[in-house]
């Protein structure tokens, strides 16, 4: 068993939010005393991530997703609770720390605004001190797989959304960084952006063994990417497991499409019931738990003579917004 | 610190290469700089021909005050642009600042080397310009002291300035909303040091004297310069304060500074 990449016990981290109050008489009154909120951002998360892993970071707006990155990247220190990446405690030798870790923030460039990308790589070959065959050999195979080559020359704020998150996304593996945290690197991004980029963090996962933490909010990115996923609301972990798992648990009903061979009116059978009729063919509703899918196919074949039929399993954006919308978890 | 002297002279160097690369804006503005510097000693100037002396000093006397600190100011401002409280309150406003906390180099350098404007170079030469016309208009008694005490009162002028920079950076971890107060002790602060001392009332001289030492980085070291008597009756130690002064305000600064960074990592933003 190889030592987890990353280790988090009991993390938290609150923040005191001071109450603003309105008017002018409000502002004097805050002038002359502090209202402060107490906001449990993190409140006592645990996991642990081993070496190798591609885990997708979930959860509402605000939930606590990015106050966690954070203190993994080593900006917060936090408010209570252990933490190690790469045997290191993130906050208290930060430069060491953030040497060994790439990190890209969706929103936010780490480029030099005025250059071309090509010269802010250069500057971070300098900063990073990587050696001069490492960075070559990884840029010439980066700039191939995302594609750089076409604005390599332009100055990154003439970029697009899309070329500079593939920019920025090459910038921070340049160093070979054993641990890539990535905070929704396909948001806003068109469909095509979006899968090159998948491609990109599949290869860096599969062929290059880095570890990937991403936040998301496109489920579709979790679905193509991670095995693992994390749940966070409201400052907990609600769930931690195998995708797969979650749709099993939380999936809600699964579907059986069948076709008859034959017309019935109302081809009813016991554990399931009837969504839609079209003809000779008929969609059924059943719980996850309380039948099998093939326990139902043999109900109906001893009953019908069936032609052709497909199971369909509930689709994981809807299975994840049930748990936040349900509260399953809690 | 060879590695940061390196990434430092690197990322200004990039700097730099771009601002020159519009050469007529480049000129412009630094043309622009300048001319603000002497359109103020002009103003200066046209008051002396109806007072010809404030408080016992005449034009050229204050302008040795004032030349010399506007050459330094300007020197800070392209050195320290990237602690300007206005350009740090924004870049903590947009997030900016976890960007250099991503970075495996020191946060200080990272900011010092994030802005340089070459520009500046107007102001620090029309400032020069204004000094050399004070020496040239006055009998100073030159000795080689005075000679080479001159470039020290330069740095520590450079040095004040830089720490109030630093201090009003700092600040803006905890509140962007002031900006306009520390833009007071900063711009406000140069503005009163081109005057001598002692037209100003006395709880704003004492303030100059023992909370932020200003009144020992340059009008002390011009009244040993320029042979004029001390109205205050200090010790003859404190002609020559200035560096001390000047390097007590920076450290100071810095201290802060590296508080200022530990709050922000326990409060983000």
């Avoid at chain 2, 603000?36 to 040795?64: D, K, P, Q, Y």
């Avoid at chain 2, 030159?142 to 004040?160: A, E, R």
């Avoid at chain 2, 009003?168 to 306009?180: D, K, P, Q, R």
Wanted: proline share 4%.
């Amino acid at each position: 068993m190889p030592k987890p990449i990353i280790t988090v016990k009991e993390l938290q981290k609150h923040f005191k939010i001071q109450k603003h109050r309105r008017g002018l008489t409000g502002a004097l009154r805050n002038l002359a005393s502090f209202h402060t909120d107490l906001v449990r951002a993190v409140d006592g998360i645990s996991f642990t991530i081993e070496p190798g892993e591609l885990v997708g970071y979930l959860g509402p707006n605000g939930a606590g997703k990015s106050t966690t990155l954070k203190m993994l990247t080593g900006l917060l220190v936090p408010t209570g609770g252990e933490m190690w990446v790469n045997d290191r405690v993130p906050w208290k030798e930060r430069r060491a720390h953030v040497a060994k870790i790439g990190a890209v923030f969706g929103q936010r460039t780490t480029l030099w605004w005025d250059l071309p990308v090509i010269e802010s790589f250069d500057l971070i070959q300098h900063i990073y001190q990587i050696p001069k065959n490492q960075f070559k050999q990884n840029l010439d195979e980066f700039r191939d797989l995302l594609d750089l080559d076409r604005f390599i020359n332009t100055p990154v704020r003439s970029l697009s959304l899309g070329q500079r998150m593939r920019a920025d996304i090459c910038a921070a593996l340049l160093h070979n960084p054993p641990l890539l945290f990535l905070d929704e690197p396909t948001i806003g991004l068109d469909v095509v952006a979006k899968e090159r980029i998948r491609q990109f963090i599949r290869f860096i996962n599969h062929d290059r063994r880095t570890t990937v933490l991403l936040t998301t909010h496109d489920l579709s990115d979790v679905e193509k990417l991670c095995e693992r996923v994390m749940i966070i609301d409201h400052g907990k972990l609600l769930y931690d497991g195998a995708l797969a798992d979650l749709a099993e648990r939380f999936g809600g009903n699964r579907e059986l499409v069948v076709e008859f061979s034959e017309m019935y009116t109302h081809p009813e059978v016991e554990g399931a019931e009837i969504i839609q009729c079209e003809g000779l063919l008929v969609t059924y509703g059943f719980e996850r738990g309380s039948i099998t899918a093939s326990e139902l196919i043999g109900r109906l074949s001893v009953k019908y003579r069936i032609h052709d039929l497909k199971v369909r399993e509930p689709e994981i954006e809807s299975t994840i917004r049930r748990i936040y919308e349900e509260k399953l978890l809690e | 610190m060879r590695y940061h002297l390196d990434l430092y002279i690197r990322l200004v160097g990039v700097q730099i290469r771009s601002q020159l690369q519009y050469r007529a804006s480049f000129l412009m503005d630094s043309a622009a700089t300048g001319i603000v510097t002497v359109l103020g000693f002009l103003t200066l100037a046209l008051i002396f021909r109806r007072f010809n002396h404030i408080s016992g000093w005449t034009l050229w006397e204050v302008a040795f005050l004032y030349g010399m600190v506007e050459a330094a100011f300007g020197t800070m401002d392209m050195f320290f642009s990237g602690f300007d409280p206005q350009n740090f309150g924004k870049q903590i406003r947009l997030g900016l600042f976890d960007q250099i906390l991503l970075r495996p180099v020191n946060a200080t350098v990272q900011v010092l080397a994030s802005d340089f404007i070459l520009r500046r170079l107007g102001r620090i030469i029309q400032g020069l310009i204004v000094l050399g016309l004070a020496f040239a208009n006055q009998d100073v008694q030159w000795t080689l002291g005075k000679i080479l005490y001159l470039p020290v009162i330069f740095v520590s002028l450079v040095m004040f300035f830089g720490g109030l920079f630093v201090i009003g950076a700092t600040i803006t971890f905890w509140t962007v909303e002031s900006i306009e107060i520390i833009n007071v002790f900063t711009y406000g602060g140069s503005e009163m040091m081109s005057y001598p001392m002692h037209i100003y009332q006395d709880w704003m001289r004492r303030f100059f004297t023992y909370v932020l030492p200003g009144i020992f980085i340059v009008y002390y070291p011009a009244l040993f310069i320029l042979g004029k008597p001390d109205p205050f009756h200090m010790p003859q130690f404190a002609y020559f304060l200035s560096p001390v002064a000047g390097f007590s305000v920076l450290l100071a600064a810095s201290v802060f500074w590296q508080f200022g960074v530990r709050h922000y990592q326990s409060t983000g933003t």
